[in-house]
């Protein structure tokens, strides 16, 4: 062996069990390591999520109307679409709730944390913290005092009581996301605008609420998300005729759950999917500008 080659094996040897080797070797281990348990993580809480969907997309093709499967039927998709007026009604009336108590909401909550943000008076922190109230409440502590409150100023229970109960519980979600987008807000594009000759309106409307977009349309969508489900508070503040889907969905599984009511499901998720995909460049775009 010459001289060469031992110098070249010494300095391999020396290499491979220095402390950095080793501890390179530990690390990549030790990623190696969690790595696996974060994937299996992953894949149990997917299989947790997804599999009760699966089943429900599964027993919306069932014949029949027990957990017992006996052959591939579309009854259940004829019987929504044809047969299930009541059910639709119930659905529209949660439509029209979601999406105008969600716009009303959105109004007011950016204009509050506008003003909120902008301006300095003597009872903005007791605004900002009673604003938050509806969020840290329980459902059912609005619901009972919402409800005592139109009993007591004699206001007929219907969709005009849902749509004030759900604008009300709707409102600290859209000021909350404004507020976190104005949070990141640099001022001094409101101080050039007005250098520029902008007044305080014009500086409202083409300035900060073009910059609060992306904060404005996610309070909006959460706030139509959040209208769209709930069931504790529109239980106490409903009346007669004015039904939306969970309440009818409450009724109707009561008796027994209808494939009906799966076929619902599935067209409601296939939809939000839609929904979601068409929305997502939106709101990229939005939040490039």
């Not at 069931?231 to 009561?254: C, D, E, H, M, N």
Request: glycine share 6%; net charge positive; proline share 3%.
């Amino acid at each position: 062996m010459n001289i060469k080659n031992l110098v070249h094996q010494s300095i391999t040897s020396i290499k491979h069990k220095s402390p950095a080797g080793e501890a390179a070797r530990h690390a990549k281990r030790a990623y190696r390591t969690r790595s696996s348990f974060s994937l299996i993580v992953f894949t149990a809480t997917v299989i947790f999520l997804f599999t009760p969907l699966f089943v429900l997309f599964l027993y919306s093709f069932n014949g029949s109307k027990g957990m017992n499967w006996s052959h591939f039927s579309l009854v259940w998709y004829r019987e929504l679409f044809f047969n299930s007026r009541d059910l639709w009604h119930s659905f529209w009336n949660s439509i029209f709730i979601a999406f105008s108590s969600a716009a009303t909401a959105m109004v007011l909550g950016t204009l509050g944390a506008i003003g909120v943000n902008w301006y300095r008076f003597k009872l903005r922190n007791y605004i900002q913290t009673i604003s938050f109230l509806p969020m840290i409440l329980p459902e059912i502590i609005i619901g009972v005092s919402l409800s005592i409150f139109f009993a007591g100023i004699k206001l007929q229970l219907g969709l005009i009581t849902i749509f004030i109960a759900h604008t009300t519980f709707n409102l600290p979600f859209v000021f909350l996301m404004v507020m976190a987008r104005l949070d990141e807000f640099d001022f001094s594009i409101i101080e050039a605008a007005q250098d520029l000759g902008a007044n305080e309106i014009q500086t409202l409307l083409k300035v900060t609420i073009p910059i609060c977009m992306p904060g404005i349309v996610s309070g909006f969508l959460t706030a139509v998300t959040i209208s769209l489900e709930d069931f504790v508070i529109t239980y106490f503040v409903s009346g007669q005729g004015s039904s939306t889907l969970p309440l009818y969905i409450y009724s109707a599984i009561r008796f027994g759950i209808s494939p009906v009511i799966n076929a619902l499901s599935v067209v409601m998720i296939l939809g939000t999917v839609l929904l979601t995909y068409l929305l997502r460049n939106f709101l990229k775009y939005i939040a490039a500008k």
